[in-house]
């Protein structure tokens, strides 16, 4: 049995040991394999007879002896020419090289030494089998994170460049699915035949393509709908402590979407699986999974599915905009995919600057966040609505990715920690709270009934930290913490139950006219229950006129006044 030595200018793994002895028809017992770092690269083959040298070090000596010959006795510029000329041979036939060797693995990034071709963004083959996508272009070498086969990628194995960036399956068969990051279906459900694919990663709208955001969105949460509205194409950030009711916001508004036309997208980042199985379950005992994707980047996947995970939901997102569709894509949460975006950051050796962060962490949301937008009618009149979602700690949005994502947004919901363990639930602080595109986003209606409201819940919010500490207060002082008391009672609302547009004009009207002066706080819900199915009862045409034109015209409001003073009267 012939003996094989095989010389590597590193350590080989097992899998590349294998496919040498099978490639030399030999078992690996009879290859002994050795290390010499003066190869530089490449491997050196020798059976004690013949040598086969691919190494980088033989091909500077080819090059140096090929010189040496044609040079010999010649004069000093005919040697400078011909060195000139092989050297630069040599250079043009290295540069032709489409494939390089992974130099080292580090929790899913690696560095490739060999692929001079290689662009930013691009899809790597690794073995054939595995995907990775570029991330660094360095001098010597090429960074990248693995997409796939975190754990079977060893230093050693080749990797090529493919010539195209990541893609993922776009499209309605992508309805009612959970998704990976890549696109692959986590749900048991079977395989998901695509319409068609598209790039992770593509412009945002122009300026001249948008539209202006002046349709509403309606989450059927009343603090929202009526203080600070969304419309279709706006990018409101979702901005809180820990255990907030963030997601439940999100819970909210995709059950509201169902018989509006308007398809879902939830992204989760380092979420717990059991968390985005709850979520999925609570979809799905609504009737909302029908139109809604998930695309789940779970905290035990690797930092680069992730990073990639809102960009491929985006795409998703996307194409059924750029079909005529109306989107709503929310990010939860886009703290831990900043996280993601820094670990991937240092192991690739970039600067690190303020907490760690490398610069270019606002470029990686405001890009990601910039695709949302309200077409023009000349691309279709679609919309993608986007809720990015942001962890804060002790409630301090002045930390560096809250302020980045701050800028980019069009306005905040802040949620805060004291209002949510007051039971004021959403735990909106009205106060840090505001949407940049305001009663545009809003029907006539809300705009109406809503005015004021705002200014209400300040003073009221205002009054009750400057009265919690006894004194006696005047009777206006007391008027205005009784009607913001109930103001803020009537906002209340569980999870899982959103309101009808015309449900939530009617209860901001009657509350904010007075009807339940002489209510206690704790009895308000169950008299605003029974008040508002004898309006539904006596006057259905007022429900049917909100719902239908989005208006609460004059005879309307008569109607509900002579009401409110039948009630009052009865009290």
Do not use: W
Not at 281 to 310: F, N, W
């Amino acid at each position: 049995m012939t003996e094989y030595v095989v010389t590597s200018a590193k350590p080989l793994a097992e899998e590349k040991k294998r496919r040498i002895a099978k490639e030399l028809q030999a078992d690996l017992s009879s290859v002994t394999f050795l290390v010499d770092e003066a190869l530089v690269g490449g491997i050196v083959i020798s059976d004690g007879k013949r040598v086969l040298d691919a190494s980088v070090r033989g091909k500077l000596r080819g090059a140096a002896d090929a010189a040496k010959k044609r040079v010999y006795g010649k004069p000093l510029e005919h040697i400078l020419d011909e060195l000139k000329a092989e050297f630069a041979s040599f250079e043009k036939k290295n540069e032709k090289v489409d494939a390089g060797v992974i130099r080292s693995v580090t929790d899913g990034v690696i560095f490739v030494e060999g692929l001079n071709e290689a662009k930013v963004s691009e899809l790597l083959l690794v073995e054939d089998k595995y995907f990775a996508m570029v991330m660094n272009l360095n001098e010597d070498s090429v960074g990248a994170i693995l997409l796939t086969g975190q754990s079977e990628v060893r230093a050693g194995d080749l990797a090529r460049c493919s010539g195209r960036i990541v893609t993922v399956p776009v499209g309605p068969s992508l309805l009612g699915r959970v998704l990976d990051p890549l696109g692959a279906p986590i749900d048991g459900l079977g395989e998901i035949q695509a319409e068609s694919f598209r790039r992770a990663e593509s412009p945002a709208p122009s300026v001249f393509d948008r539209a202006k955001v002046r349709e509403p969105l309606y989450t059927g949460i009343k603090m929202i709908d009526a203080i600070v509205p969304i419309g279709k194409g706006q990018r409101e950030l979702i901005i809180g402590d820990r255990q907030t009711g963030k997601t439940s916001i999100c819970l909210d508004a995709i059950i509201n979407q169902k018989g509006k036309n308007v398809f879902c997208v939830y992204v989760a980042i380092g979420q717990k699986n059991s968390t985005i199985a709850d979520f999925v379950k609570r979809l799905r005992e609504h009737g909302a999974s029908e139109y809604t994707v998930v695309v789940a980047a779970t905290a035990s996947d690797s930092a680069p599915l992730q990073y990639i995970a809102p960009y491929t939901a985006t795409a998703m997102a996307e194409a059924l905009m750029y079909g005529g569709k109306d989107v709503l894509i929310m990010y939860d949460d886009l703290s831990k995919h900043a996280v993601a975006y820094r670990t991937i950051s240092l192991l690739l050796k970039r600067p690190a600057g303020r907490e760690a962060y490398p610069g270019d962490v606002f470029y990686v949301h405001s890009r990601l966040l910039e695709r949302s937008a309200k077409l023009s009618d000349k691309l279709g009149g679609g919309s993608m609505t986007a809720l990015p979602i942001i962890e804060t700690l002790g409630s301090d949005i002045s930390q560096y990715i809250p302020t980045n994502v701050i800028s980019i947004t069009d306005g905040q919901l802040f949620l805060e920690s004291m209002l949510f363990h007051a039971g004021v639930r959403p735990a909106v602080n009205v106060g840090l709270s505001v949407s940049r595109v305001g009663g545009s986003a809003q029907c006539a209606a809300m705009r109406d009934v809503a005015k004021g409201l705002k200014l209400d819940l300040a003073r009221y919010r205002e009054m009750a930290i400057f009265t919690q500490f006894g004194g006696d207060v005047d009777e206006e002082t007391k008027a205005v913490l009784d009607k913001g008391a109930k103001l803020t009672q009537m906002l209340v609302q569980p999870v899982g139950k959103p309101y009808s547009v015309a449900d939530e004009v009617l209860e901001i009207y009657v509350t904010s006219h007075g009807a339940f002066t002489d209510v206690r706080v704790s009895d308000l819900r169950k008299e605003l229950d029974a008040f508002l199915l004898e309006v539904n009862t006596l006057h259905p045409e007022i429900s049917e006129e909100i719902s239908l034109s989005g208006k609460l015209s004059g005879e309307s409001k008569e109607a509900l006044d002579i009401m409110i003073r039948a009630y009052r009267e009865k009290q």
